[in-house]
């Protein structure tokens, strides 16, 4: 093989993100924006503008050289919108030139053009009907208005002439479900089981639907690509979690190698991944523009289009329906999930899935129906958030026991004990949750919980019954609490099938590669660590490579790969075996490691029963605030989180990861605000279980725990996040007006006795 030939075939590609796609800059460099649709259906006809000054440039989807859709887990998405349009703002363009405000103002004269064969029919009907000539309006001759205006109401309704079938095109539709059922669901009909858990009338019967919106903070940078030529090469500027995707992405839409795309990878926001899938088609929009003009070419959404088009995750909502005895026994949960998936959203079956699975978190009632349903809508298409996914559910089912626990008048500790391991054997699910009353009790004693919470709820009791003013009160308080896992391996898994994988070479200078994806600081240092001890060699001679040949990338996105759990056991593997074989055979030595099937194989996807998960980490959050009355501004007096996430390697860089992601939560619980708390208490039970992840720890409890403590001090229900004040005050009013019913009721009642007796 030519020497040039073997250079090309072994080039490498980094999978390090480095700086911000934001910030490039190269000579010629040519700014662009996406030509959306204005409406919401149709079919496009073409897309025009008048003229175009010299260099600058407008592309459709006629333009595209190779295939003009992206492959998305088996399912398909246009690149460039064309025919028939999807959503309100659909890209069925790109706009680029050299001065950036040129072409914003070149991007109004941009026409969509649109096909609407039958109502240019009806349009040439009703002139044809004209049989005089063309009817000139002047205010002398009325007669002649009258009859234009006859003319005008002769024409067909819009409901003749518009093309409904490309409207029903936009239908909702279920794209996923999943059903799970135990106890009398699983053996009666669904009304007759129904009937049989809801009908005790000695039982607590508790409903309530739950939301949790997922807003990434705006400081953040928003998603874009910036693309140039070199040579044969092109290159991809992109702050993608997908690196493999993006490239045959781009390859496939420009018919050129996936060895001619150079993918420099950037940062993405620290909370949520920007798009995965959409990153991947924004990415090839931008490189059409670069290939075809031969110049560099960038594209940075506005925050607008981040917000509308680029959400992380999809839209839910959650209801609960519980049946409570009188000793706090949850005899059975009903559970709806509504999860609105947009015009489009290749995993929605894995969203759907994983959210049924946790969604009774770690209680384990008699009977359980589960009704998980994944469905279209005209909003914009959306993706798999990895980082988040599981918190809206438990946003709403620790919300919900919250509220059983006030209904029934018990400690949380008490009902949360009660319900563990009501049906361990014959649960669908099998994963151990005895340690998660380890952190539920330490976090109670630690932040003194039931003392404060008695207090509070007696407080909150006595405004209802006295139904007192709050303008003039004292700060009103509360108190939350909420429990929650996170997993390191998902074995339930439709979308994302794949080995975990690490090669370890030990070089003759007592230098060790890890040959991996980079993780984060904190990971890479646990790594670092665990190989230095076991090798016996300095922790600074331990390296982390992260470049790939072409062939070699991971075909799943990079948020699945390198969890601390499966990926740290095996580099104690690979270090053990190389400490054995040092001394005997010559340096360098490779050792490759891979993570087992068997694991995998617990789970049945079949009956959709097993062990749905690796490695489980849990923490359990408590939330004090109090809430001003005359401004409804929130504070936070503490933060208490106890977190058991199994052997902790270097326990300054967990504190670290875990201050940040508190930090960047108390971005999200209200609206455009930032809610600040000095007072944060984190502690850790020593375990020597295998490493769990600390990530989405926070996410899935902090929410549930802020709301149930701010549902406390208002003595009415909050029921989805992120809350505004304008929220917090027609809560309040609604209060004092159901009370105020309730005390003129009573009254009247009163009164008619006092009637009755005379």
């Known amino acids: 093989m030519p020497k040039k030939a073997a250079a090309e075939k ?17 000579d010629g460099m ?20 008048p003229s175009l000054p010299e260099g600058y440039y407008l592309f459709t989807a006629d333009d595209i050289p190779g295939i003009k859709k992206a492959t ?35 991007l109004e004269d941009v026409s969509v053009n649109f096909d609407i064969v039958s109502l240019e029919s009806a349009l040439e009907k009703a002139m044809k009907r004209q049989r005089g000539p063309v009817v000139k309006l002047s205010k002398k001759d009325d007669s002649d208005i009258s009859s234009f205006v006859n003319e005008i109401n002769d024409l067909p309704s819009l409901d003749t002439v518009i093309d409904n079938r490309r409207i029903e095109q936009n239908k909702e539709e279920t794209v996923a479900s999943r059903d799970i059922r135990t106890g009398v669901f699983a053996t009666k009909p669904p009304s007759v089981a129904e009937k049989k858990v809801f009908g005790n009338k000695h039982d607590f019967i508790t409903e309530e639907t739950w939301n949790l919106k997922l807003v990434p903070p705006l400081w953040k940078e928003t998603c874009g690509s910036f693309c140039w030529k070199d040579g044969k090469y092109l290159h991809i500027s992109a702050p993608t979690r997908w690196t493999m995707h993006l490239m045959k992405t781009v390859s496939e839409a420009l018919n050129i190698p996936v060895e001619n795309i150079i993918v420099h990878k950037t940062k993405t926001s620290g909370v949520f991944s920007k798009g995965l899938w959409r990153t991947s088609v924004l990415a090839a929009q931008v490189a059409l523009a670069s290939y075809i003009t031969a110049k560099p070419v960038k594209l940075i959404l506005t925050q607008a289009e981040q917000d509308s088009y680029m959400a992380p995750g999809v839209k839910t909502k959650v209801t609960y329906k519980t049946a409570v005895n009188k ?40 009977n359980v129906h589960i009704v998980a349903t994944a469905h279209t809508s005209k909003n914009p298409p ?6 988040g996914i599981d918190s809206p559910v438990f946003f709403a089912i620790e919300n919900h026991i919250q509220k059983i626990v006030e209904q029934i008048n018990m400690l949380p500790d008490e009902l949360r004990l009660k319900n563990l391991n009501l049906r361990k054997n014959d649960f669908p699910f099998l994963f151990e949750n005895e340690n998660s009353m380890q952190t539920f009790s330490r976090a109670i004693q630690i932040s003194d919980f039931n003392r404060k919470y008695s207090s509070f709820n007696m407080d909150a009791l006595d405004r209802i019954q006295e139904n007192s003013n709050p303008f003039f009160a004292l700060p009103l308080r509360g108190i939350g609490i909420a429990s929650a896992f996170n997993v390191s391996d998902y074995y339930a898994t439709s979308c994302f099938p794949s080995e975990d994988k690490v090669e370890l070479t030990l070089q003759q200078n007592d230098h060790l590669t890890i040959h991996a994806i980079n993780p984060s600081q904190g990971i890479q240092e646990i790594w670092k660590k665990t190989a230095a001890d076991i090798l016996e060699i300095k922790k600074d001679f331990v390296t982390i490579d992260s470049d790939f040949e072409v062939d070699d990338l991971p075909v799943q996105p990079e948020d699945t790969c390198n969890t601390i759990s499966s990926l740290n056991e095996l580099i104690k593997k690979g270090c053990q075996d190389i400490q054995k074989k040092r001394f005997n055979l010559p340096l360098p030595i490779s050792v490759k490691k891979s993570s087992s099937a068997t694991a995998k194989k617990s789970f049945d996807r079949e009956t959709f029963s097993g062990t749905p998960f ?8 408590v939330v004090e605030v109090e809430l001003d009355t005359y401004t409804y501004n929130e504070r936070i007096k503490g933060i208490w989180l106890v977190i058991d996430c199994g052997e902790l390697f270097d326990k300054v860089a967990a504190l670290r990861a875990i201050r940040l992601e508190i930090q960047q939560e108390l971005e999200m619980l209200v609206e455009e605000k930032s809610i600040p708390c000095e007072n944060i208490n984190i502690e850790f039970i020593q375990s020597k279980n295998k490493s769990g992840q600390l990530g989405e720890l926070v996410r899935n409890t902090l929410p549930a725990a802020f709301s149930s403590a701010l549902s406390l001090a208002l003595a009415t229900q909050l029921t989805k996040l992120p809350c505004t004040e304008k929220q917090l005050f027609e809560l309040i009013k609604q209060r004092e007006t159901r009370s105020e019913e309730k005390t003129d009721e009573k009254e009247q009642s009163t009164e008619k006795n006092e009637e009755e007796k005379k």
Request: hydrophobic share 35%; glycine share 8%.
């Open 10 to 26: 072994t080039r490498k590609c980094s999978m390090e993100a480095t700086g911000f796609y934001s910030d490039a800059s190269r």
């Open 30 to 49: 040519l700014y662009a924006v996406l030509v959306r649709s204005p409406a919401a259906t149709g079919k496009v006809k073409s897309v025009t503008i």
């Open 72 to 106: 998305i887990n088996g399912q398909q998405w246009k690149i460039l919108g064309y025919d028939d349009v999807s959503y309100s703002g659909e890209p069925v363009g790109i706009l680029c030139g050299p001065d950036e405000n040129k072409v914003l103002e070149l």
């Open 327 to 366: 000793d706090g026994i949850i005899n059975g949960i009903s559970a709806n999930i509504d999860i609105d998936v947009g015009c489009f959203n290749p995993f929605a079956q894995e969203i759907t899935d994983r959210m049924s699975i946790i969604a009774c978190n770690y209680y384990k009632p008699h």
């Open 382 to 387: 959306t993706s798999i958030c990895i980082r």
């Open 614 to 621: 690796g490695t489980t980490s849990y923490a359990t959050a």
